[in-house]
């Protein structure tokens, strides 16, 4: 099993990967194919995996987490990777417990951090973070969304695009300019909680986006037209501070990213074996072919490098000292990876490999974007370039 043996495993996260594959195989793979028509996942989904202990497994017991680590929290993605489950539940609580959790956690006051976090870790709550706008793509600072201080409010106006989570989302960290200072000085992080009578007024959803994968995850527009959110819930002591947070953050979440790439890959090269040893053609198997041999050594070993190479990041993660650049290192190689290895799989199935019912379209379909979001490929040479 791909990461079985990784240097930051220990018998209490082997446990953990347990507990976890069984849960997920009995509780959740079954209503995989329903939320991927829906193009959602439910609520009382979200609210089984908080019983269980599966969200913000890395956030303190005393805001009602698990009180883990990260280490914790990518068991966790892993096997909801594993279990087919990436390209919709596994993508938002990637989102939720991964990144809007750890914002708070990271940048929030006591009071937010009593108040927003235990209904995450439960899953009464779902959270989101709303960064790209129609125009922007990764152009973080871009953001022309506003947010002006009136009294003790901010008013909010603005759109937002492609926001995982966006349908289902009661907790959303609106990325929005504070100030008309052009640039990164001006941006902000603030919580609009979507629930609440007083913050609705003025928030919209949008349409449910159809996607070429990731069918099951919700990904929507959001609109903000005058909503006026408490002063209170700002991140961070000081506005202003927002690109700064993000910045920080970002390498977690692009870390995310490439863990979940290196997983598709060893699940590709394993779903393909088992069919290609299967499969017959021109009397005998197809993994007798010198070719299919070949092209699956080929991606084994793609597989096996980007392992090592998350590993690398997982323990530097785990010790404090994973820095922006090598986390766009392993996000541009392991995207790029994923793709190309997909696809060199999916091309020994043959027109199989070409409908839904098999996982290795669904790969497929899903791992298209991974290239796209959390920085684009080419976002992720520029951050590289900055620092030869």
Not at 170 to 190: F, N, P, Q, Y
Request: aromatic share 8%; glycine share 10%; with cysteine.
């Amino acid at each position: 099993m791909l990461g079985s043996n990784s240097p930051w495993m220990n018998e209490e996260l082997s446990l953990l990967r347990d507990a976890a594959s069984r849960f997920l195989t009995q509780e959740m793979v079954p209503h995989r194919e329903r939320w991927d028509d829906e193009h959602v996942v439910d609520r009382a989904s979200w609210r089984k995996m908080g019983e269980a202990g599966l969200l913000c497994a890395s956030i303190p017991e005393a805001y009602g987490g698990a009180g883990g680590t990260y280490a914790h929290d990518i068991v966790i993605f892993e096997e909801l990777a594993r279990a087919g489950l990436g390209g919709g539940l596994g993508g938002g609580i990637a989102v939720h417990a991964g990144i809007v959790a750890h914002y708070i956690l990271t940048y929030g006051t006591e009071p937010q951090k009593r108040r927003w976090l235990p209904h995450l870790a439960s899953g009464e709550k779902v959270g989101a973070i709303a960064m790209t706008e129609p125009g922007t793509g990764s152009d973080l600072q871009a953001v022309r969304t506003t947010a002006k201080r009136d009294g003790d409010h901010y008013v909010i106006d603005g759109s937002k695009t492609f926001i995982s989570n966006g349908q289902n989302a009661d907790i959303i960290i609106v990325v929005a300019r504070t100030s008309t200072e052009a640039g990164a000085k001006g941006i902000s992080l603030i919580v609009l909680e979507a629930d609440q009578p007083d913050q609705a007024e003025g928030f919209r959803r949008g349409r449910n986006l159809a996607k070429i994968g990731m069918h099951a995850q919700d990904t929507s527009e959001l609109f903000f037209d005058g909503v006026r959110v408490p002063a209170e819930n700002l991140l961070g002591k000081v506005e202003g501070q927002g690109f700064k947070q993000l910045m920080v953050q970002l390498a977690w979440e692009r870390l995310q990213l490439a863990i979940i790439a290196a997983i598709n890959m060893e699940q590709a090269v394993a779903i393909t074996t088992a069919y290609t040893r299967e499969r017959g053609a021109f009397g005998k198997t197809l993994f007798e072919f010198q070719n299919t041999q070949f092209k699956l050594a080929e991606c084994a070993t793609i597989a096996t490098v980007a392992r090592a190479f998350v590993d690398n990041c997982i323990v530097r993660l785990l010790a404090g000292e994973l820095d922006s650049d090598t986390a766009a290192k392993a996000k541009l190689w392991t995207a790029e990876q994923q793709c190309h290895v997909i696809d060199e799989c999916l091309q020994l199935f043959g027109g199989y490999g070409y409908m839904t019912e098999y996982p290795i379209a669904r790969l497929y379909a899903d791992a298209r974007v991974g290239r796209i979001f959390g920085g684009t490929s080419e976002i992720m040479k520029t951050i590289i370039a900055r620092s030869l």
